[in-house]
């Protein structure tokens, strides 16, 4: 019986991959119809990623240092980091947060969203945030594979959302150093990870928006 739910759900899991990636838009057209000389974003939502320190993996660095990148060239006046401690005792966003803040951002332009722990999530508790503050014209920006996995969803539940997908022509020119951050005074206590409070199934829920209380 196990192992009939485990590969239902790695079926039902490629094709959730398959159907986002199929009707979505390329990242050439999401990134032409978002990111132009003259557009301003009042906000940009970066999704987190796990921290395993002493230092940040590949993903997280290039998330933000694009969101960084963004904020410098004038095209986010404010920068929202969303991610929850998932997958290790450290809440994502925070983490994002400090390194965003050694990079030059002012630490009054970005905004933590603690609750996410699913990339659904992000978007929806980000942009939750966003007009909390009053922030009206909002974007996601994230890597493209994500980016075009999230399009459905956003288009479905957030109409008004925008996207600027990494692009890594840009990325490359960027600089990639990497600033030391003080991470063990936000070491959370006694952790206990996604895996283990949530089953398999769960965390496909999960992904899919199925925690969100949309009505909230």
């Known amino acids: 019986m196990l192992k009939i739910l485990k590969y239902t759900l790695i ?13 979505a838009p390329s990242v050439k057209k999401l990134t032409a119809r978002s990111l132009k000389d003259t557009t301003v974003y009042d906000a940009i939502i970066v999704p987190g990623v796990p921290f395993n320190p002493p230092t ?30 998932v997958y290790s005792p450290f809440v994502e966003a925070e983490i994002m947060r400090l390194y965003a803040i050694k990079m030059g951002v002012p630490a009054e332009h970005i905004f933590v969203e603690g609750r996410a722990e699913h990339s659904t999530e992000n978007i929806w508790y980000g942009y939750k945030l966003a007009k909390k503050n009053d922030f009206k014209k909002i974007a996601l920006a994230s890597d493209p594979f994500q980016s075009r996995l999230l399009y459905n969803f956003a288009k479905k539940h957030l109409k008004d959302l925008h996207f600027l997908p990494v692009i890594f022509d840009t990325l490359e020119t960027l600089s990639h150093t990497e600033p030391k951050i003080n991470y063990d005074s936000l070491r959370i206590p006694n952790f206990i990870p996604l895996p283990n409070r949530e089953s398999q199934w769960q965390r496909f829920r999960g992904t899919m928006g199925k925690h969100i209380h949309f009505k909230e």
Do not use: E, P, Q
């Open 11 to 23: 079926f039902l899991t490629g094709t959730f991959l398959i159907s986002c990636l199929w009707f």
């Open 56 to 85: 940040w993996d590949m993903v997280m660095k290039m998330r933000v240092i694009w969101a960084t990148h963004l904020y410098k060239t004038g095209h986010a006046k404010n920068i929202i980091m969303s991610g929850s401690s």
